[in-house]
């Protein structure tokens, strides 16, 4: 099978579970906030922030404020695709 990776040196990787089940298997606030989202985010990293926010007590909304946050440092440090414009 060469795929897309048919004319490529890049090393393939295999996924240790489906990314589409992990999805599904997240709660549907979490899976509401992952479609509506400005970064594409994994299922499995945000399932991650997901149980570390409910491990330390808290709630469902206060989780999703954790993940707000997580994704405005992530476009904090995102540089602008192109340059200032010049006049």
């Known amino acids: 099978m060469s795929g897309n990776l ?3 040196t890049l090393q393939r990787r295999k996924r240790a579970c489906d990314p589409m089940r992990t999805y599904d298997a997240l709660p ?4 509401r ?3 509506q ?12 922030l997901w149980k570390k926010a409910r491990q330390r ?4 909304e206060s989780a999703l404020a954790m993940l707000e946050r997580a994704q405005a440092g992530t476009l ?3 540089r602008p695709v192109c340059g200032p414009r010049r006049t």
Request: hydrophobic fraction near 45%; charge should be positive; aromatic fraction near 6%.
């Open 57 to 60: 007590g808290l709630g469902a």
């Open 28 to 31: 549907p606030e979490l899976r």
């Open 6 to 8: 048919g004319a490529t």
């Open 76 to 78: 904090a440090r995102e």
């Open 33 to 35: 906030w992952i479609a």
């Open 37 to 48: 989202a400005a970064l594409p985010w994994s299922p499995r990293s945000c399932a991650r």
